[in-house]
């Protein structure tokens, strides 16, 4: 798994691409727990390069779901595809985050 973030206006995107599994779930979380250190509260993860995510992986996502969440911001999924796409249908996270087909989506709608 490979992460790249950036901050662009008030949001952080953070661009996941490979695989989120057990072994790279919590770099994962670090990538985000480092924004939010820094006081950011409104990030968008771009999935559209995601291959991969497993129960560890969405694991993770509710953990910095519930971070954010406590510094009054929101976390918003972007460009799923796929298998990824189904998972986190089927796991109900859709219904948990907001999520966009496209990055460029998501940013219009963060403003």
Same mark, same amino acid.
Do not use: H, W
């Given at each position: 798994?490979?992460? +790249?973030?950036?901050? &662009? =206006?008030?949001?952080?995107?953070?661009?996941?691409?490979?695989?989120?599994?057990? /072994?790279?779930? +919590?770099?994962?979380? &670090? =990538?985000?727990?480092s924004w939010t250190a820094q006081g950011e509260?409104?990030?968008? /993860?771009?999935?559209?390069?995601?291959?991969?995510?497993?129960?560890?992986?969405?694991?993770?996502f509710l953990v910095v779901g519930k971070q954010?969440?406590?510094?009054?911001?929101?976390?918003?999924?972007?460009?799923?595809?796929?298998?990824?796409q189904e998972v986190f249908d089927i796991s109900?996270?859709?219904?948990?985050?907001?999520?966009?087909?496209?990055?460029?989506?998501?940013?219009?709608?963060?403003?």
């Open positions: 798994m490979e992460c +790249k973030s950036y901050k &662009q =206006e008030a949001t952080v995107v953070i661009l996941v691409t490979g695989r989120i599994d057990a /072994v790279t779930a +919590k770099d994962f979380e &670090q =990538e985000c727990g509260n409104r990030m968008i /993860v771009d999935l559209s390069g995601l291959e991969y995510i497993s129960s560890a992986g969405l694991r993770s954010i969440k406590a510094a009054g911001g929101t976390l918003t999924l972007a460009g799923m595809q796929g298998m990824v109900g996270f859709t219904t948990l985050f907001p999520a966009y087909p496209s990055l460029e989506k998501a940013l219009e709608a963060a403003g």
